[in-house]
T-cell receptor
Framework: NAGVTQTPKFQVLKTGQSMTLQCAQD?????MYWYRQDPGMGLRLIYY???????DKGEVPNGYNVSRLNKREFSLRLESAAPSQTSVYFC?????????FGSGTRLTVV | TQLLEQSPQFLSIQEGENLTVYCNSS?????LQWYRQEPGEGPVLLVT?????EVKKLKRLTFQFGDARKDSSLHITAAQPGDTGLYLC??????????????FGQGTILTVHP
């Protein structure tokens, strides 16, 4: 089992460009999450999807949109990237007490 | 907004020493988790503590959940270089649309020197 798979692993964008971060899980989990990790700030929740067909804002949603395409896939879109969105992005899925994180996407916006 | 204060932020010790990392909040969580993260990887769940006062042991790691379910500690006995990494505590929200959401502490970067 792959667990949670994120693509791409690295990306460099110019300010104003758009991109979509992909996430897929093969564990049949209902809930999926997008976090960003910045030095000294732990992980902060951007958006989450408690179940297929629902999405909700987290702590830092501005500048992002999400799509829960089906039970397996949860994508994060940056419509107009800004340097403040330079970060490492993690997708996670959850069932009961079992959280599984992907290996992350390191995004640099120049 | 629920906040978790984790301390210390950095810890540099010699192999064989003991250490404790603390995680404190003014909010009550349904459970609290500890993660370890290696460079270039996502956090990996070490343990979940659910009951106030609960103590769990994982080899040389001891995890404790405060009686009021607002704080937790991670104690490592006889640290080894392989324990080096970023340790994160995370509180699990309960109920309604908050179910399953994690609130993370800032993390503790542990370096164990041979």
């Amino acid at each position: 089992n792959a667990g949670v798979t994120q693509t791409p692993k690295f990306q460099v964008l110019k300010t104003g460009q758009s991109m979509t971060l992909q996430c897929a899980q093969d564990m049949n989990h209902n809930s999926m999450y997008w976090y960003r990790q910045d030095p000294g700030m732990g992980l902060r929740l951007i958006y989450y999807s408690a179940s297929e067909g629902t999405t909700d804002k987290g702590e830092v949603p501005n500048g992002y949109n999400v799509s829960r395409l089906n039970k397996r896939e949860f994508s994060l879109r940056l419509e107009s990237a800004a340097p403040s969105q330079t970060s490492v992005y993690f997708c996670a899925s959850f069932l009961n007490y079992g959280y599984t994180f992907g290996s992350g996407t390191r995004l640099t916006v120049v | 907004t629920q906040l978790l204060e984790q301390s210390p932020q950095f810890l540099s010790i010699q192999e064989g020493e003991n250490l404790t990392v603390y995680c404190n909040s003014s909010s009550v969580f349904s459970s609290l988790q500890w993660y370890r993260q290696e460079p270039g990887e996502g956090p990996v769940l070490l343990v979940t503590v659910v009951t106030g006062g609960e103590v769990k042991k994982l080899k040389r790691l001891t995890f404790q959940f405060g009686d009021a379910r607002k704080d937790s500690s991670l104690h490592i006995t006889a640290a080894q270089p392989g324990d080096t990494g970023l340790y994160l505590c995370a509180g699990v929200s309960a109920g309604g649309t908050s179910y399953g959401k994690l609130t993370f502490g800032q993390g503790t970067i542990l370096t164990v020197h041979p």
